[in-house]
């Protein structure tokens, strides 16, 4: 059964940093684009990185861009989002998922088939 877990969430201060780890389960990940999202409440989901499996590429949302690093671990199968430089907006859940078929990624959610349970990030002082 393919599962995706996300671990790592936690408060911190603003101007620290986490790093959320997505571990895959029943498939491989360096086969799939993975996607980390966040949505905070009453707001939207939001693409916040992704990662190709054809060739590594990265994308950022420009809210994270130069503080967020999406990075993979294909022996681990794992893939990583170190966040520096947290502000209090960066406070959401904060989702991975997989997109099977894509081998390319992109920060739309629509594109990607499975989703992990989430895992809470809360940026306060």
């Known amino acids: 059964q393919l599962q995706l877990v996300e671990s790592g969430g936690g408060l911190v201060q603003p101007g620290g940093s986490l790093r959320l780890s997505c571990a895959a389960s029943?498939?491989?990940?360096?086969?799939?684009?993975i996607g980390w999202f966040r949505q905070a409440p009453g707001k939207e989901r939001e693409g916040v990185s992704c990662?190709?499996?054809?060739?590594?590429?990265?994308i950022y949302a420009d809210s994270v861009k130069g503080r967020f690093t999406i990075s993979r671990d294909n022996a681990k199968n794992t893939v990583y989002l170190q966040m520096n430089s947290l502000k209090p907006e960066d406070t959401a859940v904060y989702y991975c998922?997989?997109?099977?078929?894509?081998?390319?990624?992109?920060?739309?959610?629509?594109?990607?088939?499975?989703w992990g349970q989430g895992t809470q990030v809360t940026v306060s002082s």
């Open positions: 029943g498939f491989t990940l360096d086969n799939s684009a």
């Open positions: 990662i190709s499996s054809r060739d590594g590429s990265t």
């Open positions: 998922a997989a997109g099977t078929l894509l081998r390319l990624c992109v920060l739309s959610g629509i594109e990607y088939d499975y």
